[in-house]
């Protein structure tokens, strides 16, 4: 058996999740598989009831790296009045307008459930309690239709956050195209046709916690997290057919109720991978200040750096 070591959070006093004191829990399997991600699903769900939304990122027309349909589909079949759910994107693309996204998700197989575009009809603000950046975001304003939220999130790179994790997932994936993905962005008055002169580091990552609060404390104990760690390209889903070939191979399925302890264990598993191939995604995460991700998620007390992992046949 691989046993994986602990990676530190930069900027955290806390580095060592195997640390005295109390610890969350995250499953984890090498298996990637639908029985898997339901099998661990099972195990977290206690407090998902009545309608529920599955926050997935459903990716560009074509993606090479989205999660597979027939395992999200095997999934979503046994969470009772489900839909999957998504929002437009900020920038010009397939999923820029409803109409384009609504075709994206054909192209893509997103066609056996009902799939939630959120900011469809506009948007609401959610309040960001003690924000690092911001006192409010604008998610897509459907969210508020459901009353348990999945997070449901294929783990790999990005290309302005280092990686995308569940806290990415919902944080960017969450907010409005048009209102809420410029204040997470912090560019609400002036938007840079060139996304590099965007803020980035440090300041995307605290705007990110904020916008994922905001939703975990709407949601509060009725939100479950599920990392799946395949086909992790150095880039995020959003890059589409560009999106570089991943040079690391699979790890496996974590999930938990903390966000940031699954987070962290991710990170964990990809900076301590024994076989050595991590070397292009590492790149990504800490020339982009990633693991600061990590570091605003404690500061926001959204969760435990510390985690038993539990690996589940």
Known sequence: MTEFKQAPVVGSKRVDAGAPGTKAKVYFTRSIDAEHLIKLYNLVNENIYGKVA?????????GPNILPRDMVQAFQATVPDSAIVETNTLYPGDR??????????KVNGWTFCPVDILDEEGDVALPVRNGLRLKEVHMGGHLTNYDSLI?????????????G?????????????????????????EMPANFEEWPMKEQFMETMADSAKATCDYFGKHIVFL??????SVDCDCAGVAAEEPTIADIGICASTDILAIDQACCDMVFTKPEGDQKDLVERITSRHGLHQLTAMLKQKMGNPQYELIEVE
Do not use: W
Request: charged share 20%.
């Open 165 to 189: 994790g569940s806290m990415k997932n919902i944080a960017i994936g969450c907010a409005s195209g048009q209102v809420g993905k410029r204040e997470v962005h912090l560019v609400v008055d």
């Open 151 to 163: 997070v449901l999130t294929h783990f790999k790179g990005h290309a302005m956050g280092g990686f």
């Open 227 to 232: 990392n799946v760690m395949r086909r992790m």
């Open 96 to 105: 820029y307008t409803t109409e384009g996204h609504r075709d994206t998700l």
């Open 54 to 62: 599955i926050k997935l990122h459903t990716g560009e027309k074509h």
